[in-house]
Each structure stands twice: as structure tokens, then as C-alpha cells.
């Protein structure tokens, strides 16, 4: 597991092992997860949008566009 983007509003979690990335909306307390070519696609969007503009306003402006996708209530465990 590896912390790749953490701000006041989402974080992004690397599993190397299970090939995965979670999302995570901090202030919605939901969450998604991402695997194979679908993290595949969101690793390089994620990249895209670093490239542009790395500002923490812009990566949660990307990072927000992911809402609908956010359908898992986050649980601390």
C-alpha cells in the first residue's frame, strides 16, 4: 500500500499487489476502488492531470470529477 496524493479533501491510495487504486472523498466519507485496466486508465488520467497543473486545486478538481464513482461508505476498521 502506498499514499501516491493526500490533500484536505481526497486521498489516493496505490495496492501494488491486487494491481488497484483507492479513492478516497474525505469530506463524503465514500470511497471506490479501482482495478486492472479501469486503474490502468485512471493512473494515466491521474498523471495527465499532474502534468498540466501538479496544484492541489487542480488534482481535486480532477479527483472530484470521479463523484459518481464514490458509492462506498467509508468505515474505519
Same mark, same amino acid.
Given at each position: 500500500? =502506498?499514499?501516491?496524493? *493526500? *490533500?484536505? =479533501? &481526497?486521498?489516493?491510495?496505490?495496492?501494488?499487489?491486487?494491481?488497484?487504486?483507492?479513492?478516497?472523498?474525505?469530506?463524503?466519507?465514500?470511497?471506490? &476502488?479501482?482495478?486492472? #485496466?479501469?486503474? #490502468?486508465? &485512471?493512473?494515466? *488520467?491521474?498523471?495527465?492531470?499532474?502534468? #498540466?497543473?501538479? /496544484?492541489?486545486?487542480?488534482? #481535486?478538481?480532477?479527483?472530484? /470529477? &470521479?463523484?459518481?464513482?464514490? =458509492?462506498?461508505?467509508?468505515?474505519?476498521?
Amino acid at each position: 500500500m =502506498n499514499i501516491i496524493y *493526500s *490533500s484536505d =479533501n &481526497f486521498y489516493v491510495v496505490e495496492y501494488p499487489a491486487q494491481h488497484g487504486y483507492e479513492l478516497v472523498d474525505k469530506h463524503g466519507r465514500r470511497g471506490t &476502488f479501482f482495478q486492472g #485496466d479501469v486503474a #490502468d486508465r &485512471f493512473a494515466q *488520467s491521474l498523471q495527465a492531470a499532474v502534468a #498540466d497543473d501538479a /496544484s492541489v486545486e487542480r488534482v #481535486d478538481e480532477f479527483l472530484g /470529477s &470521479f463523484d459518481v464513482l464514490l =458509492n462506498q461508505p467509508l468505515v474505519v476498521h
